[in-house]
């Protein structure tokens, strides 16, 4: 098979869009790397190779990878993770420290009810 | 609730004079109240001194070393000023424990940083932490122990603590994190004698020694008020090194009954490890009492 630029192209964007969920955070690579492997070989196999059938799984994976991007793009924006106080710092990430320049009010300082999940053990506090 | 530039739980600072109180810490010194009430405001408003507070939650006394370590220079101090150290005696013996080569620590140049922050956003994505939500090996609720307090409300207690804050003075000094935790003790001593500040240790019992007789099912106010193993090893550790200790373990105790008493209120939240309001407006005044006046 002729492999032209064009195809190596569209096989680079391909693969990026595969791997957009490891990019962005949702699949990370440490856990799913076997899959981005066995996709990324598929990838190939479906430009050089040229094979229809593995052309039609590589646009079904490129579909499954692109929506479950954006969903976990979408949910960032949803209370689904807790927004911790503090996080590891940057310069020196064996340490924490709380979130530079922080101005919270809400409801905190409740971690055992939370743990618990129960919500009738909550204990009313606004924390400013 | 605020916090500075640097990510400390700080308003604003008065650098026209020097400080007169450190507190460093972990959550407990940081706080579970609004900021108002964290030691280092009461100590700001009652008692008229210059506070800064290094305390961070999820952190051990080594991490709080570092970040003593990494802050030293940055601020203006004078002969006798206090470094207030709170340790506690729920977790501060199986934490994380590294280098005591400062330099050895992986620190990071601005690139490695940032990148380090795009991790962090990386890492908080909602798909993935349902998978692992899932997937968990240990179930969280099998930690937390619920029984009704005298007002027939739930007090909620962490199993885990019911455990390692009753461990004897023998346990502590064979546990595998325990030199490490009497090295980070020296080093924090050096490095405040160094600059001619004054130590102090306040160690914080956990929720689970102080309303014992709640999870123990033994009657009302009979908790144990003598000393916790580890209180007893850390006081003869800071004897050793010459330096200021208050275990809160036997006022909190007496004070406990008195306030629940007299208000209805308890010293610790109910639904949460931490002390309450009325648990650090206590203990400030303790803690200026015993190691700052």
Redesign the interface.
Known sequence: MNITRRTLLYMAATILIILA?A??????PTLFWPCYVVAIGLVVYAFIGASGRTQKLTLILASVALT?TA??LV??F?P??FDE?????????????????????GR??????R????K????E???? | ?????????NGSLDQSRPLDVFILGDSFG?G?????YTWSSILARDYHLNTYNLS????SPW?EY??LW?EKDRFKTRAGTVLVWQLFTGNDLDE?Y?SMDINA????GRLR??L??LN???????????MASIWAKHD??A??L?KDFLNGR?L???KPYTETSFRTSEQITAHQNYAALRATIHAVKELAAARGIRLGIVLVPAKEEVYSWVWQNSPPWTADSAPSGFSVVLARLCAEEGIGFLDLKPPLIKESRRTYEETGQLLY??????LSTHGNLFTATLIYNELIR
């Not at chain 1, 905190?108 to 009810?113: A, V």
């Not at chain 1, 506090?125 to 400013?128: A, N």
């Open positions: 969920p990019i962005e955070g949702a699949l990370p479950l969903a976990d949910l960032r949803t689904i993770v106080l503090a996080e590891r710092w940057p310069r020196m990430p064996l340490v924490n420290r709380y979130v530079p320049n922080l101005r919270y009010e905190r300082f409740n971690d055992l009810s743990m618990a999940g129960v009738e053990w909550w204990e506090k606004q924390i400013s | 609730m605020i916090t500075d530039a640097a990510g400390f739980r940081g579970g109240v609004s900021q108002e961070v939650p999820a952190s991490q570092v970040n990494a994380y590294g620590l992986p620190w990071c940083a940032w380090n922050r962090a956003v990386r890492a908080r994505s909602p798909i993935h932490y349902l969280a609720r930690d937390v619920a739930k909620l207690f962490y939240w109910y639904d949460d490890t931490h």
